[in-house]
């Protein structure tokens, strides 16, 4: 009997700090039901020693189920996230980003969900964990007036629509024709989610934010993107 898999991309840029680590908590993830594991690691054409960093994984780990493509040129998260969907061969696919604020063992929850609901579309809510600390307020706040004017917008009740965790039945996300570059992927591939007529369910997820300093990219104008974003693809 073939063994489901998941498929897990991981989009890097400048993440030498942190990436082998995720990606030993990745692969040391047991899944449910022995769900196999298909990580696709896209590297959009770093600076730093990102590329060092996933050789050193493949050569530690030679039987890690892992895909790596190298980027020409840096294009951003949203086009590094095109090309692993076009990879992606599991029943399943969910995003993992590059750094150390997510846990993969909560991949757990969100694919018992799906298995048992049939589900196509399933979100870990950072927001619903209320033991999880958020490193600033901007985008704490951010975050909840995405997913406030999600709601409006589609007709959905999120909590956390810029959440890195969104898993999704694989044949429905290749079935979405994605435009985005940047960090505009998540609103993008919610409302042409929530325009399929999809219903998005959330859960509770762990999250360890990290700072500025650490290597946190997203910013303001990411937010103002989004919020333009999300209108343009409801009108």
Known sequence: MKHKTL??????????????????????????????????????????????????????????????????????????????????????????????EYEPEDFNPLLTWMIEHDGKVIYGSRFLNKA???????????????????????????TDEPTCYKMFDTALLKSIPLKCTGFEFCPEVTAKVCRKGYKIKELPIHYYPRSIDEGKKINWKDGVIGIWTLIKYRF
């Open 7 to 100: 498929s897990i991309i991981i989009p890097a840029y400048n993440e030498a700090r942190t990436l082998f680590t995720l990606l030993e908590k990745v692969h040391h993830t047991r899944l449910v039901e022995n769900i196999q594991k298909e990580i696709i690691v896209i590297n959009d054409c770093s600076k730093d020693e990102t590329e060092a960093e996933i050789q050193r994984f493949m050569e530690t780990y030679p039987d890690c189920p892992l895909q790596y493509h190298n980027q020409p040129y840096n294009q951003g998260k949203g086009a590094a996230l095109r090309v692993g969907i076009q990879k992606a061969s599991g029943e399943w696919t969910v995003i993992q980003d590059a750094d150390l």
């Open 132 to 158: 999880n600390k958020h490193s600033y307020q901007r985008f704490y706040f951010g975050g909840r007036l995405l997913s406030i004017i999600t709601n409006i917008l589609y007709g959905q009740h999120l």
